[in-house]
C-alpha cells in the first residue's frame, strides 16, 4: 500500500503507472480488469444484485480502465501471457496506484477555509466552485449516458451529416452503425464463452483477452449481406488509435478514448470497452467534420438542430404534440422579439421552459482551471438559463404574444400561470455537470418561476422513458426543483431512481440528502429490458407500480386526459402524499360511494396532509347536475380551507356509479381572518390526517320488492339478493360518524 506518512504527488504516482502499465504482457491485466468490472454476471435469471456489484467500491471505473489503456500504448506492447504470480502482482499494484492517484487528487483539508481580513473565518469563501476542488468531480464522476443511448442517438445525431461521410469516409450511416453494432455482439458472444474455454486450459493459460480481439474477416462473416469486407475495413479504421501521441497528466486528452480500437497485427485489432468504441461513435465524427473547415459551419448548425429536435421528440412523447411547441418567439405589440424559447410546453396551468446547448467542457477545465471552468459554464448553462428565465417572466405578462416556428400564434391569454419551469440541456457529456450546476449557476426563483434544472440529452431521454405522463413528469419536476439545494449525487440519474422507488420527499427540517449509485441497480434493468433486449423487470417496483387498477391510479389518467387546471393540481397532489394515505382514499372513495348509491343523497369526505404546507382535499359524491354540484362543492371547500387557515384546497366531485371525476376545484389564496366564516364553520369537525377506512357497518335491511342499493334500478330480488352482504355495504363517514 502507499506510504500514508508522506503522500506523493499526482505526477510522481502517474509515472510509476504508466511505468507498471507498459510492463512485459499487462495487456492481459487490463483484459482481466475488463471482465472483472464492465461484465454483468448472473444466473439464469438477472437479479438485482447481480447490478449491484456494478456499484461495489471496489471495481474500476471505465474511466480509470482508459487511463490505463492510454497509458499501456503509449509504446508497442507484446501480447506474452504472465505467470499467475506475475499477473497477480499487476493487478495488486495497479489498484494500489489507482488508489493513490485517486488521493493525490483531492486537496489539502487546509484549503477548505479561508479567513478574512479580521482572522476570521470567511463565510463568503466558497472552496468547492474551485477548479482545484473540481477536478475530482469530473474525473470520477462517471458516466452520462447507457451505451445504448450513444448507440441510439448518434443515428439521430448524424443523420443530416450523411452525405459528408459518404463524400469522405466511403461508407454511409447504416453501414457504420451495423458494423459497430457486429463488433459490440461479437464481443459479447465471446466474453460469454471465455468462463466455458477455461475449463479445457490448464489454469496457467487462463487469459481474458481473447474476447477483446477480433479481425475484419470476424466482422465481415457477421455482416457481409449488407455491408462489404472494404467497407468494413474502412470503419473498423476510422476508430484506429493513432502512435506517438501525448498522454501526459490524468486529465489530458487520452486518444484511446476517441480512437478506441487499437490494431495489434496486420489482421488482428483490439478493443477493451465497447462503451468506449459507442462514446466515440457519438462524439468523434463532429470533430471529423470540423477538421473540414468548409463544412464546419454546417456541422455546428446540425449539432444545434439535433439537441433540439431531440428534446422535443422526447417531450412530445410525455405531453403530446398539440401541448409541445418549437422555436416560440415571444413578440411584442409591434412585432419585435422580445425573447425566444427553444421548446415550450403547456399543459393546464404549467410550463417548461427549454433552451438547449451544445457546448463541451474544454482541456483546460478539466485539469481544474478557474477562469476556464467558469467560462465553460457560462457558455454552456448560465446563458441558457438566463434566457430561460426571461422568457418566463415574459409569460407572465399579458402584452405579449407567442408564434412558434411555423408563425403559428399560441394562446395563453386565459392562462394564469402556477408554475414556469425553466430546463436547461446540453448535448454531450458534460462531466460533473450536476454537482458544477450547483456550485456555479446563479438563478432566480419566485412563488411561480421554479428553481432551473439542469440536465443532459441522455437523462432527459430516460425521464421521460420512465415518467412518460404529464402527472408523473410535473411531479418529478416539481419536486425536483423544490429540492435543488438538498439533494446531492453524483448525477442526476440517482435522484430520479430513488424517486422511482420511494417517491421523493424531503420531510421538514431534513436540510441535506445524500443519493447513492447503487439506487439506480432497478433503472438500469428497466431500461436495458426496454432499449437493449435484456430479460429483466420493465418498470422498477415503486410510484409506477404501487397505484395500478386503482382507483387513484385511474384518476391520475383521468385528469392527464382532461387538462383542467383545477383537476390537474389535485393530480399533482396525489402523487406528493404516501402509500398510505392513498389507500386510505382508495377506501374511502368505495364507501361514499357505496352510500351515496343506497340513497341516492351527496356523500363527502375531507381530509387534511400533514406533508403539505397548509393544504387539503374534500371529495363530493353525487348525482347532482354540475351546477349545483359546483356550488354545493365549492361552499364546502372555502369553509374547510377557512376552518383549517390552509392556503390551498382541492375539491373533487365524482359519480357514485363510476367513480369517475365529474370535475374539481382548486382553491388558492392566503387565509384571512372572517367574521362570517367563523360563523359558518363553528360547528365544523376538524378533518382527519388519519383516520381508519375500513370500519364498516351493516346496511339496513332492504325488502326483497325494493329497488337495489347498488343503483342498477333493479328490485333487490333480482339485482344484488344472493351476493349480500359481499358486495352490499354501506359506507361508514369517520367525520360524522354515519
Not at 16 to 23: G, H, I, K
Not at 40 to 55: M, P, S, T
Not at 151 to 171: C, M, P, Q, V
Request: glycine share 4%; with cysteine; aromatic share 12%.
Amino acid at each position: 500500500m502507499f506510504n500514508k506518512d508522506r503522500q506523493r504527488t499526482e505526477a510522481e504516482v502517474f509515472s510509476d503507472l504508466e511505468s507498471l502499465c507498459q510492463s512485459d504482457g499487462y495487456l492481459h491485466t487490463i483484459a482481466y480488469f475488463c471482465f472483472r468490472d464492465n461484465v454483468v454476471r448472473c444466473g439464469e435469471e438477472i437479479q438485482k444484485e447481480d447490478f449491484l456489484e456494478q456499484y461495489g467500491t471496489d471495481r474500476l471505473l471505465r474511466i480509470e480502465i482508459s487511463t490505463l489503456i492510454g497509458l499501456a500504448f503509449k509504446v508497442e506492447l507484446n501480447v506474452n501471457l504472465p505467470t499467475p504470480a506475475k499477473m497477480q502482482e499487476y493487478i495488486e499494484k495497479t489498484e494500489t496506484f489507482l488508489l493513490e492517484l485517486h488521493h493525490s487528487m483531492m486537496p489539502d483539508i487546509s484549503d477548505m477555509s479561508r479567513l478574512d481580513a479580521n482572522n476570521k473565518p470567511d463565510k463568503s469563501y466558497n472552496p468547492f466552485n474551485k477548479g482545484a476542488f473540481l477536478r475530482e468531480p469530473i474525473f470520477y464522476g462517471g458516466e452520462s449516458a447507457y451505451h445504448f443511448q450513444y448507440r441510439d442517438l448518434s443515428k439521430l445525431k448524424y443523420k443530416h451529416d450523411e452525405d459528408w461521410l459518404i463524400r469522405n469516409k466511403g461508407y454511409s450511416l447504416e453501414e457504420l452503425f451495423i458494423v459497430i453494432e457486429a463488433i459490440g455482439d461479437l464481443q459479447l458472444k465471446k466474453v460469454n464463452n471465455i468462463l466455458t474455454q477455461f475449463l479445457e486450459e490448464h489454469p496457467n493459460q487462463w487469459s481474458f483477452l481473447a474476447p477483446y480481439t477480433f479481425t475484419v474477416d470476424e466482422i465481415y462473416l457477421a455482416v457481409f449481406s449488407t455491408v462489404s469486407k472494404s467497407t468494413v475495413d474502412l470503419i473498423v479504421n476510422s476508430f484506429v488509435s493513432i502512435e506517438n501521441y501525448t498522454f501526459e497528466a490524468l486529465d489530458d486528452f487520452n486518444p484511446k478514448n476517441a480512437f478506441p480500437i487499437i490494431k495489434l497485427d496486420t489482421d488482428t485489432y483490439l478493443l477493451f470497452q465497447n462503451y468506449t468504441l459507442l462514446e466515440a461513435l457519438y462524439e468523434s465524427p463532429f470533430f471529423w467534420f470540423w477538421d473540414d473547415k468548409l463544412y464546419r459551419s454546417q456541422a455546428m448548425i446540425n449539432r444545434g438542430n439535433f439537441t433540439e429536435e431531440f428534446s422535443l421528440d422526447r417531450l412530445k412523447s410525455v405531453f403530446g404534440s398539440t401541448r409541445v411547441f418549437q422555436g416560440v418567439n415571444i413578440l411584442e405589440k409591434k412585432g419585435v422579439v422580445a425573447g425566444e424559447i427553444d421548446i415550450l410546453v403547456l399543459f393546464g396551468n404549467r410550463a417548461i421552459i427549454l433552451q438547449a446547448k451544445s457546448k463541451k467542457l474544454t482541456i483546460s477545465s478539466r485539469k481544474g482551471n478557474d477562469q476556464s471552468l467558469q467560462s465553460d459554464f457560462k457558455k454552456a448553462v448560465q446563458h441558457a438559463y438566463d434566457q430561460a428565465y426571461f422568457c418566463a417572466d415574459l409569460l407572465l405578462r399579458s402584452e405579449y404574444k407567442l408564434v412558434d416556428i411555423n408563425n403559428n400564434e399560441i394562446d395563453i391569454s386565459s392562462t394564469k400561470f402556477e408554475e414556469i419551469y425553466p430546463v436547461c440541456i446540453v448535448s454531450d457529456h458534460y462531466p460533473a455537470l450536476f454537482f458544477q450546476a450547483k456550485q456555479f449557476l446563479k438563478y432566480h426563483e419566485t412563488e411561480t418561476i421554479k428553481a432551473p434544472f439542469i440536465m443532459d440529452v441522455f437523462f432527459l431521454d430516460v425521464f421521460a422513458e420512465m415518467l412518460d405522463s404529464p402527472l408523473y413528469f410535473l411531479s418529478y419536476l416539481n419536486r425536483r426543483t423544490n429540492y435543488s439545494q438538498e439533494l446531492m449525487a453524483h448525477h442526476e440519474m440517482n435522484i430520479l431512481a430513488y424517486h422511482l422507488n420511494s417517491n421523493l420527499w424531503l420531510d421538514k427540517g431534513m436540510n441535506l440528502m445524500h443519493i447513492g449509485d447503487d439506487f439506480c441497480a432497478e433503472l438500469d434493468m428497466a431500461m436495458l429490458t426496454r432499449r437493449d433486449g435484456l430479460d429483466s423487470i420493465q418498470t422498477p417496483e415503486g410510484i409506477l407500480t404501487k397505484y395500478q387498477d386503482t382507483t387513484v391510479g385511474k384518476y391520475i389518467s383521468n385528469i392527464e386526459r382532461m387538462n383542467n387546471s383545477s383537476t390537474l393540481d389535485f393530480g399533482l397532489l396525489l402523487l406528493t402524499i404516501n402509500e398510505n394515505s392513498i389507500r386510505q382514499i382508495n377506501d374511502v372513495i368505495d364507501l361514499i360511494c357505496s352510500k351515496s348509491l343506497v340513497d341516492g343523497k351527496n356523500h363527502d369526505f375531507t381530509i387534511g396532509f400533514e406533508h403539505a404546507d397548509g393544504e387539503g382535499l374534500t371529495i363530493h359524491c353525487n348525482y347532482d347536475d354540475y351546477t349545483t354540484a359546483k356550488v354545493r362543492l365549492e361552499n364546502h371547500a372555502r369553509k374547510r380551507k377557512y376552518y383549517t387557515k390552509s392556503k390551498k384546497w382541492h375539491g373533487i366531485c365524482i359519480d357514485p356509479k363510476t367513480k369517475k371525476i365529474n370535475f374539481g376545484i382548486y382553491i388558492d389564496s392566503p387565509w384571512k381572518y372572517s367574521q362570517k366564516m367563523e360563523q359558518e364553520t363553528s360547528h365544523m369537525a376538524k378533518p382527519l390526517a388519519n383516520f381508519n377506512p375500513t370500519t364498516r357497518v351493516m346496511p339496513k335491511k332492504i325488502g326483497r320488492n325494493e329497488k337495489c342499493h347498488c343503483g342498477s334500478g333493479k328490485k333487490y330480488k333480482k339485482c344484488c339478493l344472493w351476493e349480500f352482504p359481499k358486495n352490499c355495504v354501506t359506507a361508514y363517514n369517520p367525520l360524522t360518524g354515519e
